[in-house]
């Protein structure tokens, strides 16, 4: 396009924009937008108070015979989550592991859909869904695995209905897709359940899922936690119309819940499981909360977001409000907190112990299962490996000792 070209063009209006207004009037319309509240299911308030009217009351049924016992296990599986989630950090910081993608604020969201889940369901989760492999019973230690880099994921998908964490954004909605579609042929009710962001919405493989899903009637749950970041990209990036809206063009429902109402996320998950199990196909979930922490420990919101918005977010925490309804129904003393507490500090040196103990694995392990009946080029990538590690051996001689290939 030439100089010319360019400037005799009409400039563009951004999407949304009057003609006429100004960049700073743009960006404070942004800001007013975020910070609305969006129309969402929610049972718990912020205050620990519950939610009872009309407009909820579909979904409070699937909660309504929840126990003082029920809310103080989810209370439990957030709390050792989010040590659990601490102490991963702490390792990663340590040099203990590579990376860790922390979960902190969407504890709720991740322990209520997770307790909603039947042990026959299926898990299609992304990386950061640590608290869905909690209630699966797949052992924190091997979460860590994956990420210190000496295993190749770390447990056996079918030994907890819990298939392996997928870093391609995205592409586990169409693996969900395709084994709900065999559920179905199989003639079973279990229900398959895949997780991914609001970033993750964008891709194409997530269109794809919700085509297929739909004029095959899949049972699956797409289950989209909008944390209001993907990396630095802030959702208003990714859609015009809130995410949950999306699902109407496809033709299924969708639904926008509190995503730090742990009670509200069991009950829409409960909803959405319960109509995949009925022969009523996909649903859209999309847990309306927010990432706390940077992306990953290789991230720095500070960068790219205001900590005015964090520290909103803070006063929605999910496991202070579960807290004050606790505290509020006495349906908790101290002693309940205190042996938390204890619990809590157990897993955190559980799982430090664990780590710091894993063995390095073979070197030569990476080049193992690529093909079933091998590759020449992995057979060459093997022996380029090979000579460079012998490159090392060498230097041994001179005093240098070859790095054990830990973190
Ligand atoms: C196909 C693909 N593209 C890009 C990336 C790099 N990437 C890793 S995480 C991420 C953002 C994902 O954001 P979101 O879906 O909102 O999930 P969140 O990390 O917020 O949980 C991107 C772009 C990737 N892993 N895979
Ligand atoms: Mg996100």
Redesign the pocket.
């Known amino acids: 396009m030439t100089v010319e070209s360019t400037a005799a063009r009409k400039p563009r209006r951004s999407a949304g924009s009057k003609a006429g207004t100004t960049g700073t009037e743009r960006t404070t319309r942004t800001t007013a937008r975020k910070s609305a509240e969006p129309e969402l299911v929610q049972l718990l308030t912020p205050e620990g108070k519950r939610v009872k009217n009309a407009k909820n009351a579909e979904y409070a049924k699937y909660v309504a015979g929840v126990t003082p016992e029920e809310l103080r296990g989810l209370y439990r599986d957030m709390v050792l989550t989010r040590r659990f989630d601490a102490e991963a950090t702490a390792l990663q910081r340590q040099g203990e592991l590579g990376l860790w993608?922390s979960l902190l604020g969407?504890e709720a969201a991740q322990i209520g859909s997770g307790r909603a889940l039947r042990d026959d369901d299926y898990v299609f989760p992304?990386?950061?869904e640590h608290g869905v492999a909690w209630c699966r019973g797949v052992d924190p230690a091997n979460l860590l695995g994956m990420f210190r880099g000496v295993n190749n994921g770390g447990w056996d998908p079918n030994g907890n209905n819990f298939h392996l964490y997928t870093?391609?954004?995205?592409?586990q909605t169409l693996h969900a897709t395709g084994y709900a579609m065999g559920v179905a042929k199989d003639g079973a009710d279990s229900a398959v359940i895949a997780y991914?962001?609001?970033?993750?919405?964008?891709?194409g493989?997530v269109a794809e899922s919700f085509t297929f899903s739909a004029v095959y009637n899949a049972p699956v749950v797409f289950f989209c936690?909008?944390?209001?970041?993907?990396?630095s990209?802030p959702?208003e990036k990714?859609t015009r119309v809130p995410l949950y809206q999306r699902a109407q063009g496809y033709g299924f429902p969708g639904v926008r819940v509190d995503g730090n109402d742990v009670l509200a996320c069991l009950a829409v998950t409960r909803w959405a499981l319960d109509r995949a199990r009925d022969g009523e196909g996909p649903t859209l979930v999309e847990a309306y909360t927010y990432?706390m922490g940077a992306?990953?420990t290789s991230d720095d919101p500070t960068k790219y977001r205001a900590d005015e918005e964090r520290e909103a977010w803070e006063a929605k925490d999910p496991i202070l409000r579960l807290r004050r309804h606790l505290e509020a129904s006495n349906h908790t003393d101290e002693g309940f907190f205190a042996e938390l507490e204890a619990e809590s500090e157990a897993l955190g040196r559980r799982v430090r112990e664990a780590v710091r103990a894993m063995p390095d694995p073979d070197r030569f392990a990476i080049f193992e299962n690529v093909y079933a009946d091998g590759h020449a080029l992995v057979d060459e990538e093997r022996a380029q490996f090979a000579a460079y590690q012998a490159s090392f051996a060498t230097e041994s001689e001179s005093g240098f000792v070859a790095g054990s290939g830990g973190n």
């Open positions: 993608a969407q992304t990386y950061r870093i391609v954004i995205g592409s991914f962001g609001d970033g993750a919405s964008s891709q493989d936690q909008n944390n209001q970041w993907a990396i990209e959702t990714q990432r992306h990953t």
